[in-house]
């Protein structure tokens, strides 16, 4: 047996160890033998091919947008939604509502913080909102972030700034800008003493640059500044520890990459914040019901659990080495297809699971997806214009090389 089957099949077991089953699914024994019933188990990347429940023939390279939620994952979701609804305020308001504490401290834990400092949002947009409101602002105060945060990340800095007079200072990162160090000077010339919050993404949405968030954080901190990340394209893809990282806050989503219900999200606010960012939904406290949150999807949250577990039985580690791995042969072959250039980092420290290629003026990037998508059912994301005409490949953990080959094969017939 070859070792990607051996460690394949140890996960399946794992998997079953950590009860993502549901009734009617694998039992432990058929999932040991590689065997749901008599029907082999067919890897699929790191996932098992019928957990994935995308169209027959797509070839979904678009993570980064939305992600795929793996049947474990969905069988959990609507389990619990058909127990609420057996008796909704019984189980609502009780041990489904209790139980989302649970929840609250796994997901803690698979970021690397306490579950204090932990709070379940819908959205990465929503976590940067909270924390944008939630900080106490004066005129004349100022913001740090650069030209290449998604509207999602942008909108509430946009908010303070017409609600309250706070100043926006933008660090501009080219395409094809791949040094952090340059990166962090940059930040550091356009730091002034009224500025006090710096904003930026994990990893660029626009084409995956891994920013310093380390190093900006720490400057953040020196100056007194909070440091505020926007970690939507991270968290699922690779292995996030927000501790690690120093930052004040970090909000990311359940439905990129960590492949959970879509409309969940994650907020960190660090214990060190104390007090500084104090918003309205968190005024009864970080439970995930609150007299200040009123109920949120109670299903999907213990389905965004079952991702978290769904992830920790391939191991954080592995997923990132695949995905990085992926990447890195996708980058490859992007060098034999014609006329397009690879703006994402080479393999290497700075590259991630997300990778663009700017396209020639004469190919406008929407009219090639739409092309890519109806004839040869290969789904890419148009990166927006004011970035540049370009698409964007994300590669998780159900990809495999040949999904790489096919978008490559598809490419090269339409831009010969
Ligand atoms: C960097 C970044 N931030 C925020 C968002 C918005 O995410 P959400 O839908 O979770 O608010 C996206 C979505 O693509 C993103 O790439």
Redesign the pocket.
């Known amino acids: 047996m070859s070792s990607d089957r051996r460690a394949f099949l140890a996960s399946l077991g794992a998997l079953s160890a950590a009860g993502l089953t549901v009734p009617g699914a694998w039992t432990s024994v058929a999932r040991a033998q590689g065997t749901r019933g008599k029907t082999p188990v067919v890897p699929r990347g790191l996932a098992a091919s019928d957990d994935i429940l995308l169209e027959p023939g797509l070839t979904y390279l678009q993570t980064?947008?939305l992600g795929p939620t793996p049947r474990p994952v969905m069988d959990r979701t609507i389990a619990v939604w058909k127990d609420l609804e057996l008796d909704p305020t019984a189980k609502g308001y009780g041990p489904i509502e209790t139980a989302m504490e649970d929840v609250r401290a796994k997901a803690a834990a698979f970021i690397g913080c306490d579950t204090r400092e932990l709070v379940l949002t819908n959205?990465?947009?929503?976590g940067?909102n909270w924390v944008a409101q939630g900080i106490s602002w004066s005129p004349g105060e100022r913001v740090l972030t650069t030209d290449q945060?998604?509207p999602?990340?942008r909108a509430c800095w946009d908010y303070v700034a017409r609600r309250y007079g706070v100043a926006i200072d933008v660090v501009v990162i080219p395409p094809g800008e791949n040094d952090p160090q340059a990166i962090v000077e940059r930040f550091a010339r356009l730091m002034t003493p009224r500025t006090r919050v710096l904003s930026f993404?994990h990893?660029?949405?626009s084409t995956g640059l891994r920013m310093p968030v380390a190093e900006l954080s720490a400057l953040a901190r020196r100056a007194g500044c909070l440091s505020v990340v926007?970690g939507?394209?991270a968290v699922g893809g690779i292995d996030v520890n927000v501790k690690a990282l120093g930052c004040h806050a970090y909000a990311t989503?359940g439905?990129?990459w960590m492949l959970a219900p879509k409309g969940t999200?994650l907020l960190y606010l660090s214990d060190d914040l104390a007090g500084r960012v104090d918003p309205i939904m968190l005024q009864s406290g970080r439970e995930a019901y609150t007299a200040s949150t009123g109920v949120c999807s109670l299903p999907s949250v213990h389905g965004m659990a079952a991702a978290i577990d769904y992830h920790n039985v391939l191991g954080k580690a592995r997923i990132e080495a695949h995905n990085v791995a992926l990447g890195r042969y996708l980058y490859e072959a992007l060098k034999t297809v014609p006329k397009i250039r690879v703006v994402s980092a080479a393999p290497g420290p700075l590259a991630s699971p997300l990778l663009t290629y700017a396209l020639p003026g004469d190919v406008p990037s929407g009219a090639l997806h739409a092309r890519l998508h109806a004839k040869h059912r290969v789904e890419v994301k148009v990166v927006p214009a004011n970035f540049m005409n370009g698409q964007r490949i994300s590669t998780h953990l159900f990809n495999t090389e040949r999904d790489v080959d096919a978008l490559i094969a598809a490419l090269k017939l339409e831009l010969a």
């Not at 959205?123 to 929503?126: L, N």
């Open positions: 980064g947008s959205s990465t947009s929503e940067m945060e998604h999602g990340g993404s990893l660029l949405t926007d939507a394209q989503c439905h990129k999200g």
